[in-house]
């Protein structure tokens, strides 16, 4: 399973659920697989879906939250999973794409291949803790994650995408913004 066919499996599954995605191609898979309202996407800044969308999961507990985040971001921003943890929002999913791979910027290799980051969020105390390799694991997992109270984090091992690259988002940074916050208020 390559990445998109990830973002592209959970995007069909989405409903009511808040999804904060990661910078670079994530975001792009992501508005062409399924662009509404309740997308929040990071244009440009690496490594901060997690805390961005934890915050919202704690202010907004009555809506599920899902981070889709990739390992170079995750490896960016380590802090979020003991802060997550900690927190335990209930509502709280942290969905890692690990592709080993910082692919939007040229596929440098993260460490992923030797740091298995679903141990380090069982490590921080995420209360469900899942990995995934194909798409019938993701939706088993994503179908557990409905189900439990959080934080839950579900790392997709996957393989980098070929070919040409989805378009860019189009909204402006302040366009998403204005979208996103409207479509809290409702």
Known sequence: MTTREAIEAIAGQLQGEVAVCTTGYTCRDMQAASDRALNF????????????G?????SRPSSKVLVLDGDGALLMGL???PMAASLRPKNFIHLVLDNE???????QPTCSAQIPLDELARSAGYSLVLRAQTREELME?????????GPS???VKCQPDSG?????VQRSPEELTMRFMEAMRR
């Not at 934890?54 to 704690?58: C, D, E, F, R, W």
């Not at 791979?101 to 596929?107: D, E, K, M, Y």
């Not at 997992?141 to 109270?149: F, K, S, V, Y």
């Open 153 to 155: 984090f579900l790392l």
């Open 141 to 149: 997992g994503w179908c557990q994650i409905l189900r439990r109270d």
């Open 101 to 107: 791979a910082f692919v939007s910027t040229g596929g």
């Open 41 to 52: 996407y990071m244009i440009g800044s690496m490594g901060i879906a997690g805390p961005i």
């Open 79 to 81: 802090g979020v999973l």
């Open 54 to 58: 934890l915050g919202i999961a704690l």
């Open 164 to 168: 040409e690259p989805a378009q860019r």
